[in-house]
């Protein structure tokens, strides 16, 4: 008992002093802000590094780079002229455009900066770019990442002290795991306050080259439409959160204009919009999926590269990305796309043994059987898994293209649905076929145009001309920022899409 004792004595007063002390040690004056923060835990040198780090893993996740280098080459002319009216202009930034139609821009520590084609689709001119570049640049030169990492770790070293303590005094050591875990999700993300003092610290860049702070309240808007669109592509236009890139970023019309008045720069006269600039160099930006990732069209899927195409059941819309395609369909039914790692893939010759002892191992399956899918050999099975939505069935289907390449569908449905769609998903698995060579080069993917509106154009008449399938209508006007029924001016130049 006594020794118990002089361990919570001897326990108290450290956990008492560790954060004080964590902040006297680490706290430093912020050059973008002239106010003290904490980032004790990471130094500028390790900012650099950590972003050197994860460079790769970004380009790799995205769909590397892309491949224009007139775009590149304006994207970060732009940006660098932004760091040169920063607080912190000589730290060697990197600026990309990533290959993904993903609408997003984020930053990494050590000035590593990131923007998607698909965000510069959205974006009107090159005001609009410049808002989400600039708000980006103000997370790096307020040392945003820094200051969370290092939260967390102090967060983590008093958790640590905590566990000890309690454990020597009888309490469960499964609470420091659960405090833990519960600090680090409270700390994921950037706080409010940090978006607002990145909207504040790009309010005053873009001042500064002479562009309008509102361009960032404009292009809200469109993130916003975009969010909709995007859940009502889902089929789930009731929850447009879960696919609202702004979650994470968490801002609102009134937190920007709070951020331009607290900016307390001078109303810009003359506001630059580049407009003519940006429009000459995103015309004919592909636009969607890039043919290296295969390409959507309506319902169907194809990869030239791969040489395969499938075609998923009427109602469902299919998401693409460098690892998969998902597809979402009526009564939350889901369909995803993949292939196996050539690597593991070659050590299979017999793809119903590849189904049963590798990636269907864990499902206990049912009702297996070998199939044969326009010439290709395949395997089925029969499963129940128990997911965040609850029970569903899960239907796997795995095809041999080549000795490297394991194809591989898996319908899932909630039970009550199965029957209904087994013939649809059916379907699916023999749509699955190889491209000859003709087919694979015929591909063409689809690309941002811009035309001039001419008397008698409305919004359904040029969103007519797109090709797709379905809410061609709501790309049109969440491209060109358009209200439903809002006219379109004779003479203006407008985005569509095409070949």
């Not at 006594?2 to 964590?22: D, E, N, Y």
Request: glycine content about 8%; aromatic content about 8%; overall charge neutral.
């Amino acid at each position: 008992m006594k020794a118990l004792t002089r361990v919570i004595v001897l326990s108290l007063p450290l956990l008492a002093l560790a954060g004080p002390l964590l902040a006297l040690a680490g706290c430093s004056v912020n050059p973008a802000t002239g106010e003290q923060s904490f980032t004790a835990f990471m130094s500028r040198a390790d900012e650099m590094e950590i972003g050197k780090k994860e460079h790769p893993k970004i380009l790799k996740g995205f769909g590397g780079a892309y491949a224009d280098r007139d775009l590149a080459d304006y994207v970060r002319n732009i940006a660098v002229a932004l760091t040169q009216v920063s607080e912190v202009p000589d730290m060697p930034y990197t600026f990309t455009v990533l290959n993904s139609d993903v609408v997003n821009a984020f930053a990494l520590p050590g000035g590593y900066i990131y923007m998607t084609r698909g965000l510069l689709a959205l974006a009107d001119d090159e005001a609009e770019m410049v808002a989400v570049l600039a708000h980006e640049l103000g997370h790096v030169t307020a040392r945003h990442t820094a200051q969370r990492y290092s939260k967390a770790m102090a967060a983590n070293i008093g958790l640590t002290l905590l566990g000890a303590l309690g454990s020597a005094a009888g309490v469960p050591s499964e609470f420091g795991r659960l405090a833990s875990y519960g600090t680090q999700i409270y700390l994921q993300g950037f706080s409010r306050e940090q978006e607002l003092e990145a909207d504040m610290l790009g309010v005053r860049y873009m001042s500064r080259l002479g562009f309008d702070p509102n361009a960032a309240v404009r292009f809200l808007g469109k993130l916003k439409a975009h969010t909709k669109l995007e859940a009502a592509l889902a089929g789930h236009p009731e929850d447009a959160e879960r696919f609202n890139i702004m979650s994470t970023h968490p801002r609102t019309t009134e937190r920007i204009q709070q951020a331009i008045r607290l900016a307390q720069v001078a109303p810009v006269t003359d506001p630059r919009t580049g407009r003519g600039d940006y429009i000459a160099r995103v015309d004919g930006m592909l636009f969607g999926d890039d043919p290296k990732q295969g390409v959507r069209a309506g319902r169907v899927f194809t990869h030239p590269g791969m040489g395969f195409r499938f075609e998923v059941p009427p109602g469902f819309v299919m998401f693409n990305s460098p690892a998969r395609v998902v597809a979402r369909g009526p009564d939350d039914a889901v369909i995803v796309f993949d292939m196996e790692v050539p690597k593991k893939a070659k050590t299979f010759d017999d793809v119903l043994l590849y189904l049963t002892r590798h990636w269907g191992q864990g499902l206990s399956l049912k009702d297996v059987e070998r199939i044969e899918v326009n010439g290709l050999n395949g395997a089925t099975g029969l499963g129940r898994a128990s997911m965040r939505e609850g029970t569903r069935d899960v239907r796997l289907v795995a095809i041999h293209l080549t000795r490297e390449r394991i194809f591989r569908f898996a319908f899932i449905t909630p039970p009550a649905a199965t029957a209904r769609l087994a013939e649809d998903f059916q379907r699916t698995t023999y749509s699955f076929r190889r491209l000859s060579p003709e087919e694979a080069s015929a591909l063409r993917p689809l690309r941002l145009r811009f035309v001039v509106v001419e008397d008698g154009d409305t919004a359904a008449s040029l969103a007519a001309r797109m090709p797709f399938e379905k809410f061609a209508l709501e790309w049109f006007e969440t491209l060109n920022g358009l209200q439903r029924g809002e006219p379109l001016v004779v003479g203006s130049v407008v985005k569509t899409v095409g070949y």
